[in-house]
């Protein structure tokens, strides 16, 4: 499928120019339709036919195979969840936490990334937040906070700047130090190739509804199996073992034992799709189409608005404007194009430029911004 034809067949590009897939993506048509049929299917037929919770695990199964396939991993490797804050929730609740503990974090991360921590805080945890600089992480002062941690946690791909991480080393080193490696790679998947295999983390978070244009409610899990089976998740349900009725039980082997209890199925389905989708254009399409996109935009936009870098890692580029609500507001109300605030950036607005986006796109928000005073 070429970009054109994607972006015809997503609805929200009919009354917008939508620039914020890097919150949440507008999904196309036939993710939305495999959701509803399958929410269909499940309600209306299985109960009468195969049964409800056997057209379940068939289809977690089936899911849980797709997700492992295109992030390079094993299926006994993926857990199905909720959400990228659901996934990081429930690897740091399958530690034994003791006062003292210290958990590291940069400070460019997401509330998902920082909020469970901060909970741990309360509990006598020491949580040190490794600095950076214009989306750079100060690996000095990195190395000096891994040294005795138990737990690392950083974005592959920063939310707020729109740069890479370097995650093979940043996981090495803390490895080398004795610490559980976690990234927060929802920025990810659908917006470039991953393997995540190939950087030596020990677990890795996403969802579906960013760039994958999935639906909400499909997050991903991503648990080296050998370190998987070392944790014991703190929810422990059904799904979460092998024999449904014992009572003395025994984990599922791998990451499929995060997973906890009846979910709804329609998000997966909706996963399914849109990894397909996504897949029909092309990763090595939607990286390099975002990209000249991401280049077109810092191009035109002054110097000294500029925060991402001039060189565009991603298709995530971040300016300062005055009044960051009023400028989305406006651009929004007279110019239908949809962007976002930076909470963590004072003065920011991010544009996310994906394979759905033209560069009309890109130069009507340039226009937007000139004619509003920025």
């Excluded at 690996?139 to 737990?151: G, H, N, Q, S």
């Excluded at 349900?237 to 009725?245: K, T």
Aim: net charge negative; hydrophobic share 45%; glycine share 6%.
């Amino acid at each position: 499928m070429d970009p054109a034809a994607l972006r015809e067949l997503t609805p929200a590009f009919d009354d917008a120019r939508y620039l914020n897939t890097g919150a949440s993506g507008p999904s196309p048509r036939p993710v939305v339709e495999a959701a509803q049929a399958f929410l269909a299917r499940h309600e209306y037929d299985a109960p009468v036919e195969e049964g409800a919770y056997p057209l379940a695990f068939d289809t977690y199964d089936e899911v849980r195979a797709t997700v492992a396939d295109f992030l390079g991993a094993r299926e006994t490797e993926i857990a199905l969840t909720q959400s990228t804050a659901d996934g990081i929730t429930r690897i740091a609740n399958a530690f034994d936490w003791e006062a003292g503990d210290v958990v590291v974090r940069t400070d460019l991360e997401h509330p998902a990334g920082i909020l469970p921590w901060s909970r741990l805080e309360r509990r006598g945890c020491e949580v040190r937040v490794v600095p950076t600089e214009d989306g750079r992480i100060d690996r000095e002062a990195y190395r000096e906070a891994v040294e005795d941690a138990k737990l690392v946690c950083f974005s592959a791909l920063t939310w707020n700047y729109g740069t890479y991480l370097p995650v093979e080393e940043l996981a090495a080193e803390a490895h080398d130090a004795g610490a559980f490696v976690l990234v927060d790679a929802v920025q990810v998947p659908g917006h470039a190739p991953l393997d995540v295999t190939e950087w030596g983390a020990d677990a890795v978070v996403a969802a579906g509804h960013k760039w994958l244009l999935g639906t909400w409610g499909a997050g991903i899990l991503y648990v080296e199996e050998s370190v998987a089976n070392d944790l014991e998740p703190s929810a422990v349900s059904y799904r979460s073992v092998e024999d449904i009725g014992a009572v003395d039980y025994e984990l599922k082997t791998g990451a499929p034992r995060f997973e906890v209890g009846t979910t709804n199925l329609a998000p997966y389905a909706a996963l399914d799709a849109a990894i397909e989708t996504i897949e029909s254009v092309g990763l090595d399409v939607v990286e390099s189409h975002a990209l000249g996109l991401a280049e077109r935009l810092t191009d035109a936009v002054p110097d000294e608005r500029l925060l991402s870098p001039a060189d565009p890692e991603s298709g995530l580029v971040t300016m300062q404007v005055d009044d960051p609500e009023a400028t989305v507001e406006r651009l929004k109300a007279d110019y239908d194009i949809v962007v976002r605030p930076i909470p963590s950036l004072a003065g920011s607005i991010r544009a996310s430029l994906h394979v759905v986006n033209t560069a009309e796109d890109v130069d009507r928000l340039v226009e937007a911004l000139d004619e509003t005073g920025w």
